[in-house]
């Protein structure tokens, strides 16, 4: 258990302490915590009260029995029994939930709001039914005197589902381009819902008509009060009959205390008539806090208001403490390749578990050097903190060092404005890893002759000039680096800065001289292209057939495109008089080979009597020239 205190108010984190290994044994588990006093104090008051990667939202039922919370991976609802202090059941669900509300006292009916725009209801026996909503949502209400379901979201339109009818009703229609949550009143059952332009509208379920409005944006904001962006309505939720409360996305307000976790929070619950904070993390365990001075424990953990009294602060301890991760590489480097299988490691993602002991012992005797080099390693550290504090000289890097130049000035620059404190602070290229290659790599180097680069930039060249001599006494310095004992003793001359703006007019003459310039290197470069050309002197060139090809006269392209103008009957003939075989190159370089094959001497039989038959017939037919077709007198037949 750790305790942290702020404004005088301490806080018990139940949650942290060592988390043991799911894949130790049950005899193992029990054998750590007689042996370790760590495991031993932990505190586990929900057995399995976690997420299998990342929990998003958790709240408590009325009767205050039941927890439910919503996580991933795959997208999961667990129930946990504050009773029995162990989970009760797990069902998976079709996507990421944003949101859901316990509609009755108990788990019986729950409704869930899905990132794709689904609303899922649940009852005591799982899935019941499934609908959409037209818009992407962010947060809902339940009205009960009406059996509403109030939808905020992505829109202007809240829409409002009837459970006792089964359909939408017409939505209500806001002022605010989005909304983020809403919350409805028990007492009276007012509705208000907090928008993203920092408003709070609130409306009558009775007349469906805005009754107020509130303008907390404004109001948040005070003279010595520093903000970068329009404060939002984060959260927003009723107290009694006349209190509300009010968050926003900048967070003014008075701090009563904090809680400071390891990793990110989603979603925040308080455990109804108790000081017991439940937190939904972006990480596999959920948190429990405790806090004497919102209230007493919870009935089913009452030990917790005597147990907070006797303990000590304690430090927070690292996950798996009495076990060391390590890759195939390190049990290589330490000569452990052969218990790989064994008990004595325990493989794990891309690695293996191994006890901490043993892996001291081992690298000890790997290394018995290690206590020296952890000495040196000190040593050094200890250097380099004394030579931080001197005067820091700027480190160049090897590509594009006046593009740097340029941006640490700017950045220097930027930094004595007075309006720089006031102004958003955006990152810096030089140490941002996305543009690290730009600095390292020669093929981004900039090009000052090209002519884009002339034409973008026409004072270009007299800005370079004043920064290439702070880019040479840069250098000089860090050559003198090399001796710490020598300071310098003066500083460089500020005599080349001047002012940085330049008028219109001398602007536009800077341009229009690019321009002459570059139609000068221009011409000139066609004038030197065209004195080569002509002492140029074109040779024959002659080209070598190869091995196996037979040469043909360049008069055979003439004769194929002549007889590729004829009929196909035509070269037909043409290719059956040449002979048995032909050989002809294509447009593409390859050749094309036309053969016939032998006829034997039946088949030149049977074709000649095929051709006496057919001359026999030409004979023998008879014109059909004179008969006429006379027409039928009387009734058509049909």
């Known amino acids: 258990m750790q305790v942290s205190s702020l404004n005088e108010v301490k806080i018990y984190s139940l949650s942290c302490g060592k988390s043991l290994?799911?894949?130790?044994?049950?005899?193992?588990?029990?054998?750590?915590?007689?042996?370790?006093?760590?495991?031993?104090?932990?505190?586990?008051?929900?057995?399995?009260?976690?997420?299998?990667?990342?929990?998003?939202?958790?709240?408590?039922s009325k009767d205050g029995q039941y927890i439910l919370a919503t996580g991933t991976y795959k997208p999961r609802v667990r129930c946990y029994d504050t009773y029995q202090l162990s989970l009760k059941f797990e069902r998976c669900l079709d996507s990421e939930v944003v949101t859901f509300e316990i509609l009755s006292d108990d788990y019986s009916k729950i409704v869930f709001l899905h990132n794709d725009r689904y609303i899922e209801f649940h009852s005591q026996s799982g899935f019941y039914y499934k609908t959409r909503i037209p818009k992407f949502g962010r947060d809902f209400s339940y009205h009960y005197p009406s059996c509403d379901l109030y939808f905020v979201g992505a829109s202007s339109e809240v829409y409002r589902l009837n459970l006792e009818q089964g359909r939408y009703l017409n939505p209500l229609q806001t002022n605010a381009a989005e909304n983020n949550?809403?919350?409805?009143?028990?007492?009276?059952?007012?509705?208000?819902?907090?928008?993203?332009?920092g408003r709070v509208e609130?409306?009558?379920?009775?007349?469906?008509?805005?009754?107020?409005?509130?303008?907390?944006?404004?109001?948040?904001?005070?003279?010595?009060?520093?903000?970068?962006?329009?404060?939002?309505?984060?959260?927003?939720?009723?107290?009694?009959?006349?209190?509300?409360?009010?968050?926003?996305?900048?967070?003014?307000?008075?701090?009563?205390?904090?809680?400071?976790?390891?990793?990110?929070?989603?979603?925040?619950?308080?455990?109804?008539?108790?000081?017991?904070?439940?937190?939904?993390?972006?990480?596999?365990?959920?948190?429990?806090?405790?806090?004497?001075?919102?209230?007493?424990?919870?009935?089913?953990?009452?030990?917790?208001?005597?147990?907070?009294?006797e303990l000590e602060e304690n430090p927070e301890t690292t996950v798996y403490d009495d076990y060391k991760f390590v890759t195939k590489k390190d049990l290589e480097n330490l000569g452990l390749t052969h218990l790989i299988g064994s008990p004595f490691l325990r493989a794990y993602m891309h690695g293996f578990f191994m006890d901490i002991r043993l892996y001291h012992k081992v690298k000890l005797m790997v290394n018995p050097f290690a206590y020296e080099e952890y000495r040196k390693d000190k040593i050094r550290q200890k250097i380099e903190e004394t030579r931080a504090q001197r005067v820091q000289l700027k480190?160049?890097?090897?590509?594009?060092?006046?593009?740097?130049?340029?941006?640490?000035?700017?950045?220097?620059?930027?930094?004595?404005?007075?309006?720089?404190?006031?102004?958003?602070?955006?990152?810096?290229?030089?140490?941002?890893?996305?543009?690290?290659?730009?600095?390292?790599?020669?093929?981004?180097?900039?090009?000052?002759?090209?002519?884009?680069?002339?034409?973008?930039n026409p004072l270009v060249s007299k800005i370079s000039e004043k920064r290439k001599k702070k880019l040479r006494l840069l250098e000089k310095e860090e050559l003198r680096k090399e001796e710490p004992e020598e300071e310098p003793e003066g500083k460089a001359s500020d005599a080349e800065s001047s002012d940085s703006s330049e008028d219109e007019k001398a602007w536009v003459e800077e341009v229009r001289k690019q321009h002459r310039l570059l139609q000068q290197e221009a011409r000139a470069r066609r004038q030197e292209q065209l004195r080569e050309d002509q002492r140029t002197i074109l040779q024959p060139q002659f080209y070598e057939i190869k091995a196996g090809e037979?040469?043909?006269?360049?008069?055979?392209?003439?004769?194929?495109?002549?007889?590729?103008?004829?009929t196909?009957?035509?070269?037909?003939?043409?290719?059956?008089?040449?002979?048995?075989?032909?050989?002809?190159?294509?447009?593409?370089?390859?050749k094309q080979l036309t053969f016939t094959l032998k006829k034997s001497e039946q088949q030149k039989k049977q074709q000649e009597a095929e051709k006496l038959?057919?001359?026999?017939?030409?004979?023998?037919?008879?014109?059909?020239?004179?008969?006429?077709?006379?027409?039928?007198?009387g009734r058509p037949f049909h």
């Open 181 to 197: 949550v809403c919350d409805i009143n028990l007492v009276h059952g007012l509705f208000a819902t907090g928008t993203i332009e």
């Open 613 to 633: 038959h057919r001359q026999e017939r030409r004979q023998l037919r008879r014109a059909a020239g004179h008969l006429h077709s006379r027409s039928r007198r």
């Open 568 to 590: 196909l009957e035509d070269r037909l003939k043409l290719e059956a008089k040449s002979g048995m075989l032909s050989v002809s190159d294509t447009t593409v370089g390859s």
């Open 202 to 309: 609130c409306w009558d379920p009775r007349t469906r008509n805005r009754v107020g409005l509130l303008d907390c944006a404004l109001n948040s904001v005070t003279a010595d009060s520093e903000i970068n962006s329009l404060p939002t309505i984060s959260a927003l939720k009723f107290h009694g009959a006349l209190s509300m409360a009010v968050g926003t996305s900048t967070g003014q307000g008075k701090i009563f205390t904090s809680l400071e976790p390891e990793h990110d929070l989603n979603d925040v619950c308080l455990y109804p008539d108790s000081g017991m904070l439940l937190t939904a993390n972006e990480a596999p365990k959920m948190g429990i806090y405790y806090i004497p001075v919102l209230g007493p424990a919870p009935r089913w953990c009452s030990f917790l208001d005597n147990l907070t009294e």
């Open 395 to 456: 480190k160049l890097p090897k590509v594009n060092k006046e593009l740097a130049l340029k941006l640490m000035e700017e950045e220097e620059e930027k930094q004595k404005s007075a309006w720089r404190k006031k102004a958003k602070s955006l990152p810096n290229i030089l140490t941002d890893d996305r543009f690290k290659v730009m600095f390292e790599n020669p093929d981004f180097q900039v090009d000052e002759e090209s002519e884009e680069f002339r034409l973008l």
């Open 550 to 566: 037979e040469f043909r006269s360049f008069k055979d392209s003439a004769s194929k495109q002549k007889l590729m103008t004829k």
């Open 21 to 60: 290994p799911e894949w130790l044994s049950d005899r193992k588990k029990r054998a750590l915590q007689k042996k370790d006093v760590d495991v031993r104090r932990r505190i586990e008051l929900i057995q399995d009260f976690e997420m299998p990667t990342v929990c998003t939202t958790i709240k408590v």
